[in-house]
């Protein structure tokens, strides 16, 4: 089993960034992980993993990790009104699937 915890989330302006963390716990070996996100009125789509970007984030998000914590984070910058929404650590190992518990972002003047 992994566990997955996400913090960092929040309201901002446009323009402004955010930091989101994701911490698994348990048997992480051989673990893959990524971030999704569910804005309203559409389903949830992988914003970020390993080389991939969502073309609506490329150029402002990045995803790095810390194989030392278990963690991935995610940093957004130039934030839109558009990347409001619930963003979510996925996690994947030997054929199963992990999720946190999602965290809000919500972008508005």
């Known amino acids: 089993q992994v566990h997955l915890v996400e913090s960092g989330g929040g309201l901002v302006q446009p323009g402004e960034s955010l930091r989101l963390s994701c911490t698994a716990s348990?048997?992480?070996?051989?673990?893959?992980m990524a971030w999704y996100r569910q804005t309203p009125g559409n389903s949830r789509e992988l914003v970020a993993g390993?080389?991939y970007y969502a073309d609506s984030v490329k150029g402002r998000f990045t995803i790095s990790r810390d194989p030392s914590k278990n963690a991935i984070y995610l940093q957004m910058d130039s934030l839109k009104p558009e990347d409001t929404g619930d963003y979510y650590c996925y996690a994947a190992q030997l054929g199963h699937e992990y999720w946190g518990q999602g965290i809000q972002v919500t972008v508005s003047s």
């Open positions: 348990g048997n992480i070996i051989s673990i893959y």
């Open positions: 390993d080389v």
